[in-house]
T-cell receptor, first 112, second 116 residues
Framework: KAGVTQTPRYLIKTRGQQVTLSCSPISGHRSVSWYQQTPGQGLQFLFEYFSETQRNKGNFPGRFSGRQFSNSRSEMNVSTLELGDSALYLC???????????FGPGTRLLVL | DQQVKQNSPSLSVQEGRISILNCDYTNSMFDYFLWYKKYPAEGPTFLISISSIKDKNEDGRFTVFLNKSAKHLSLHIVPSQPGDSAVYFCAASTLPGGTSYGKLTFGQGTILTVHP
């Protein structure tokens, strides 16, 4: 079974731009969570989607948003990029009722 | 408020010896704990997990111990191999519902180096 895939793997943007990242979960997994990893803050939870609905959200500004499609694929969007948004963005999927999240390889975003 | 803490930023071990990575937590509502291994610029890889109703779980060279009264868990790797060198994160979750859906709370990680 294929793992979690994320595209693109690397991205360079400038301040003020917006960016969209994509995540395809493991087949059969309907829960998708997003995380941000930075050297200073570690791995921080952004939000979780299930059945096209956001069920939970972490402590991030409204510039961070996401959505989920009927095939469970998910996208996250960051608008008005700031230098501090430079990070590794990770998505993870799990089966509903399961406890273990499986992570994708991440998207490395650099904001200049 | 860091609810999951890994107080040792790094650990160095000789090949063949035991590696013990520690993790402490403060939230008594956590009921499931996981360990992940991570290489730079890659996603975390799941290693092993334990439910709060257990105090030990084994999978090959990896064993996780949970001491609920002390709010402490540890990961034992025996024997350690050079390929085990990576960053190890512990993570915790609460029962699903409300503000806990899909949320893992991570420690800051411990860099393990296994020397040949």
């Amino acid at each position: 079974k294929a793992g979690v895939t994320q595209t693109p793997r690397y991205l360079i943007k400038t301040r003020g731009q917006q960016v969209t990242l994509s995540c395809s979960p493991i087949s059969g997994h309907r829960s998708v969570s997003w995380y941000q990893q930075t050297p200073g803050q570690g791995l921080q939870f952004l939000f979780e989607y299930f059945s096209e609905t956001q069920r939970n959200k972490g402590n991030f500004p409204g510039r961070f948003s996401g959505r989920q499609f009927s095939n469970s694929r998910s996208e996250m969007n960051v608008s008005t990029l700031e230098l501090g948004d430079s990070a590794l963005y990770l998505c993870a999927s799990k089966i509903e009722g399961g406890e273990t999240q499986y992570f994708g390889p991440g998207t490395r975003l650099l904001v200049l | 408020d860091q609810q999951v803490k890994q107080n040792s930023p790094s650990l160095s071990v000789q090949e063949g010896r035991i590696s013990i990575l520690n993790c402490d937590y403060t939230n008594s509502m956590f009921d499931y704990f996981l360990w992940y291994k991570k290489y730079p610029a890659e996603g975390p890889t799941f290693l092993i997990s334990i439910s709060s109703i257990k105090d030990k779980n084994e999978d090959g060279r990896f064993t996780v111990f949970l001491n609920k009264s002390a709010k402490h868990l540890s990961l034992h790797i025996v024997p350690s191999q050079p390929g085990d060198s990576a960053v190890y994160f512990c993570a915790a979750s609460t029962l699903p519902g409300g503000t806990s859906y899909g949320k893992l709370t991570f420690g800051q990680g411990t860099i393990l180096t296994v020397h040949p």
